[in-house]
């Protein structure tokens, strides 16, 4: 077992005094059999009446009302976890999923339906020409095998490039630049994998490294994919590895705008900047 206290700071500077709407925190990390939340204090400016509840995805948000105007929003969340998921490799793939392509059963297709809708057009799509490089047709190759040829081949043929635009790229996009975000990268995967028939969502959360260009101090993005028998297994295309201790997830969606880690709305002058800070830090 691991322990990270996780520290998340986001201001928000209004170029004058505004009314808050009510805003949605992404900030808790999903707790389950791999990781366990020790503690956690969110501290917000001005004061702000909370509302806890848990969407579709099962993510734990909290509903942020305000009544004081302000000219600065704080959102101060400290949280320290214990991670058990020190051997990401420990799982089994049932028998018909193993190799690949294989087709989901009527129960799991039901619920997995949304999670294989795709955003390419067969032929003439650039992720497609893509994908027709990596694996073809009567390849033989295993289900993870592939996954991870997918995962590694993304962070070596892509250049990370940090971006403070909202929004992901497209795919297209991409793969036409040549670079971008952990978010761009996770959402290329999420596409490629749909368009193999495999299942996968987008996550959000945090990742525990030394600062580099790929880890500046912000939250982290990856993409997870159902194999039967193992359940939804992380992959982070960004550093080409499947998800581990260092990974702690906080949301998941269908889609990534569905789960910025804080938004909302104020009523007032135009303008804001935003200053935000992400520090993983391993407790011994």
């Known amino acids: 077992m691991r322990r990270f206290k996780i520290l998340h700071r986001t201001y928000y500077n209004f170029t004058g005094t505004v009314r808050l709407q009510p805003h949605t925190l992404r900030l808790r990390p999903k707790e389950g059999h791999v990781l366990r939340i020790e503690s956690a204090a969110l501290d917000i400016s001005p004061a702000a009446t909370l509302r806890w509840h848990n969407d579709v995805e099962d993510n734990s948000v909290a509903i942020a009302s305000f009544v004081t105007p302000t000219r600065q929003l704080a959102i101060e969340s400290e949280i320290i ?3 058990f998921n020190e051997s990401p490799l420990d799982f089994l793939v049932d028998v018909y999923a193993a190799q690949y392509p294989f087709a989901y059963g009527l129960e799991d297709g039901i619920v997995l339906a949304p999670f294989l809708l795709t955003a390419t057009r067969p032929d003439t799509d650039p992720l497609v020409l893509w994908l027709a490089g990596l694996w073809r047709t009567g390849e033989p190759i295993q289900t993870y095998a592939l996954l991870q040829r ?3 081949h993304i962070h ?5 490039q940090a971006r403070e635009q909202p929004g992901v790229q497209t795919p297209a996009e991409t793969l036409s630049r040549g670079t971008g975000s952990c978010r761009d990268f996770a959402y290329l995967f999420m596409q490629a994998a749909r368009h193999l028939g495999l299942a996968a969502r987008f996550v959000s959360g945090y990742l525990y490294a ?3 260009a790929a880890n500046y101090g912000s939250t982290h993005a990856w993409a997870e994919v159902f194999l039967p028998g193992a359940g939804w297994i992380g992959f982070d295309p960004t550093i080409g590895k499947i998800v581990g201790t260092d990974h702690t997830a906080v949301a998941v969606a ?9 938004s909302g709305a104020f009523i007032g002058p135009p303008g804001a900047n935003l200053d935000v ?3 993983v830090t391993e407790l011994k």
Do not use: D, F, K, T
Request: hydrophobic letters at 40%.
């Open 254 to 262: 269908r889609l990534p705008e569905s789960v910025p880690p804080v």
């Open 81 to 83: 976890i214990q991670q």
């Open 277 to 279: 800070g992400v520090w």
């Open 156 to 160: 070596q043929s892509l250049a990370y």
């Open 210 to 212: 030394e600062p580099s």
């Open 150 to 152: 997918l995962c590694v």
